[in-house]
């Protein structure tokens, strides 16, 4: 078993009567990617500010690379990196000086401070642009300054809360390859983020509901466990005309258009039934069975948890 | 496909700069009733800039733009109150609640109280627990889908969405997928540009726009049919160091990295035994082995490459 650097047991936090987190367990290697998925208001942000110190748990406990949240907050703030969507670089500073800006807020000087600078631009490829106003440069480019900023300190864990929002497919696929050379040389990574096709990057996968993790394990692990129904693509001339057929069928779970095809979700024990539905219409159809994505499976355990909750008599 | 008389906007050599600088570059798209278009394309590409012209923001330096098959050089009120239009920057009233907010954009439209219509949307996109709630108190999610009902209030025949899903947790997002739906059902028309080409998978067709210029406009369908590679999964112990070393093989024309696993993109003629063999060679012990279909990523990046690169 690898070295563990963010372990947590039974965290929890009540604001009040409302508890925000709910006996949360999880532990990360170092050198691993984890990816900690939920809507808005789930726990996500609550628990990320435990684990940085920054909050007291009210129950359990946590270790992060060693040092116990509860007694040693402060050692904590000093090893790990934080950077948000939001990230706060000073927009009318240049590269450099938002570099050299933040090493001291870390702490760094001097040589010390020099020679990370330059090692970092290089990691990131940043060389050539230390005099750019930051405020004038493209987000997948703030966004790869504002990682610089978080890992000058060399920070043990690392993390990151929705990193990505709103930058385009390549700025976003050069910043994942940042975070594996941030694996790469053994620094543990938490990532948060709503864009679920992201979460397939990471080695390890938490889905936090309520407060609660319902969910975890790798991208193909959480794809083969926590989804039981058939997804199946449908290809047919007129597919707006049936939508409305097929979602009066009761083993139909769900209908959504993709394009020109209709994604379809079967039960289980309802994939012979379904297609003999299909026949029946006498259309000219093509039907073949798709993996899940990770979205689905998450919408799928989130309406599983709303019924458990309707069921309990909670709204 | 759409007939002449379904278009609701027709687009053709539509060009404008900024100081020089060409931000669209003869652009031609089209957008029918029912149809739901994606525009992707990296930051920078002329996304944002093609819409702010389709709604009369900005003018067109060249080129021509036809609504609802009429076609003309400004935006008459006649079109543009046809015209729903939602911005990345898109500011509801934080101090008004859910339902005064849709109450106030339908005035501004000069449309009277119609508390059926509120109702409806209320109900469309699932907000009717949370009218009276104040806007400043929503999740990122939830401001977004009343932003999108305040674009519907007056009923609009063409929807255009501008990078709408930025910050909207996966929940959020499936309602605006059902909402954009339910619309296409109706007949609306909707362009909509993302930076997230998962999304482009639900679109009739998707525009890829580059360097201000129009790359592909095809179903997703199409699309993936004009990429010239096979895409392989491959599932291996240390997938990331695998990446690393397999990265630089000329056999390969692209790579993605996946947390538990790889995807290997090579030319068309070559055969899975061919890179079975090649990869047994190099010393991978292949668990699993498998021909995907490619995603819209495959192509996107496919046709940037072909098209010049990317600077």
């Given at each position: 078993m690898s070295r563990l650097a963010v372990e947590a047991q039974g965290l929890s936090k009540k604001f009040g009567p409302f508890?925000?987190?709910?006996h949360v367990s999880l532990s990360i290697s170092y050198g691993s990617i984890f990816g900690f998925l939920g809507a808005n208001g789930a726990g996500k942000s609550t628990t990320i500010r435990m684990l940085c110190g920054l909050l007291r748990p009210s129950a359990g406990w946590a270790r992060v690379a060693d040092y116990d949240v509860l007694t040693e907050a402060d050692r904590i703030k000093k090893v790990i990196g934080y950077m948000s969507q939001r990230f706060s670089l000073y927009q009318d500073l240049t590269v450099q000086e938002n570099l050299e800006f933040f090493g001291r807020v870390y702490g760094l000087n001097g040589s010390k401070l020099k020679s990370r600078i330059t090692q970092v631009k290089e990691l990131v490829g940043l060389q050539g642009l230390e005099n750019k106003l930051t405020g004038k440069m493209p987000s997948g480019w703030k966004q790869k300054l504002a990682l610089s900023c978080a890992i000058l300190h060399e920070p043990e864990v690392i993390f990151l809360d929705e990193p990505t929002g709103g930058v385009d497919p390549i700025s976003r696929r050069n910043f994942w390859e940042l975070i594996y050379k941030m694996s790469e040389e053994g620094r543990a990574v938490l990532v948060t983020t709503h864009y679920l096709d992201e979460a397939e990057y990471c080695h390890e996968l938490s889905l936090i509901h309520a407060g609660r993790i319902i969910a975890s394990g790798g991208p193909r692990e959480m794809k083969k466990n926590y989804f039981p129904g058939n997804l199946l693509e449908l290809a047919c001339s007129k597919p707006l005309k049936i939508y409305e057929k097929l979602k009066t069928w009761p083993e139909v779970q769900g209908v959504s258009l993709f394009g020109t095809r209709l994604h379809v979700l079967v039960e289980k024990e309802g994939l012979q039934k379904f297609k003999q539905r299909l026949e029946s219409l006498g259309l000219e159809f093509s039907l073949r069975l798709i993996n899940p994505t990770l979205e689905d499976v998450f919408i799928h355990q989130l309406e599983k948890e709303a019924e458990k909750d309707k069921a309990n008599g909670h709204s | 496909m759409t007939s002449m008389s379904d278009l609701v906007l027709k687009i053709k050599g539509l060009g404008k700069s900024f100081a020089g600088v060409k931000a669209l570059d003869g652009v031609d798209l089209e957008v029918g009733r029912g149809e739901f278009v994606c525009l992707v394309g990296p930051d920078g590409a002329g996304k944002t800039t093609l819409i702010r012209l389709i709604c009369g923001l900005e003018q067109a330096d060249r080129g021509e733009i036809e609504y609802f098959g009429r076609q003309q050089k400004k935006l008459g009120s006649k079109e543009r109150v046809r015209l729903g239009y939602l911005s990345q920057y898109f500011s509801l009233y934080e101090d008004l609640t859910v339902e005064e907010n849709l109450d106030f954009f339908s005035r501004l439209y000069g449309q009277a109280r119609n508390q059926e219509l509120v109702e409806r949307l209320l109900e469309f996109t699932r907000m009717t627990p949370f009218r009276q709630r104040q806007a400043g108190k929503l999740s990122g999610g939830m401001k977004q889908k009343l932003a999108l009902a305040c674009t519907l209030v007056h009923q609009p025949d063409l929807l255009l969405l501008d990078e709408p899903t930025t910050g909207v947790d996966p929940v959020s997002r499936r309602d605006f997928w059902q909402i954009l739906f339910n619309l296409q059902l109706q007949g609306k028309a909707i362009l909509m540009s993302t930076p997230y080409l998962d999304e482009a998978e639900r679109a009739s067709r998707v525009a890829l726009i580059h360097q201000g210029r129009l790359l592909a406009f095809e179903t997703p369908d199409n699309l993936k049919k004009q990429f010239a590679g096979r895409v392989f999964e491959l599932i291996t112990s240390d997938p990331q160091s695998w990446y690393k070393r397999l990265k630089s093989q000329a056999v390969f024309l692209d790579l993605q990295l996946f947390g538990d696993r790889l995807h290997l993109v090579v030319r068309p003629e070559v055969q899975v035994s061919e890179i079975a063999e090649f990869l047994i060679n190099q010393g991978v012990k292949v668990e699993h082995l498998e021909e995907v279909p490619p995603g819209l990523e495959n192509v996107f990046i496919f046709l940037i490459n072909k098209s010049g690169g990317q600077n």
């Open positions: 508890l925000a987190v709910d | -």
